[in-house]
């Protein structure tokens, strides 16, 4: 009887500290999962940058969803379905606003199985239809899984105020 309880005791042992390592090894593959859903989001953010100054509709086409939509920070409305609204006039918009510097600062992603919310504060260095342009602006991007490819369902930008004098 002795023997069969340490049997059963030892049992019981190995199989708790491989339950737990088996769920400890879990919990540290989700965080590298997120880690590197994360870092694409963020990587992606940059690219559409860089595409908005080489003046790539195709890399929106890839990167709006069908019914993605927009605050823009300098229009009261909501902007819809980007891809028949925006992108028939998106080098006309390119050519009108040229970044010169964009910073993302304090980006952080929050995901929800295939969804993520990007949010961090930009600082941009621009040109407006030939006028200087220099504002910081709180970002938001919701970005969806499809496939294997995260795209963008809505997108918010809101201006800090301007320091008072």
Excluded: C
């Amino acid at each position: 009887m002795k023997r069969y309880f340490s049997f059963t005791a030892v049992l019981l042992i190995v199989f708790a500290v491989g339950w737990r390592i088996s769920v400890q090894g879990t919990t540290v593959n989700a965080v590298v999962v997120q880690q590197a859903i994360a870092e694409q989001i963020i990587a992606r953010e940059h690219a559409s940058i860089e595409a908005w100054r080489r003046k790539d509709k195709s890399f929106f086409a890839d990167l709006l969803t069908e019914d993605s939509t927009y605050f823009n920070a300098y229009s009261p409305y909501l902007a819809t379905d980007a891809k028949r609204n925006f992108l028939p006039k998106f080098e006309q918009y390119a050519e009108q606003f040229k970044y010169l510097d964009f910073q993302m600062h304090n980006p952080r992603v929050q995901i929800y199985g295939d969804a993520a919310v990007l949010t961090y504060q930009a600082s941009v260095t621009a040109n407006f239809n030939g006028q200087p342009l220099n504002y910081t602006s709180k970002m938001t991007s919701v970005y969806v899984r499809q496939g294997n490819t995260w795209r963008v369902a809505h997108g918010h930008e809101s201006l800090n105020p301007s320091p008072r004098l």
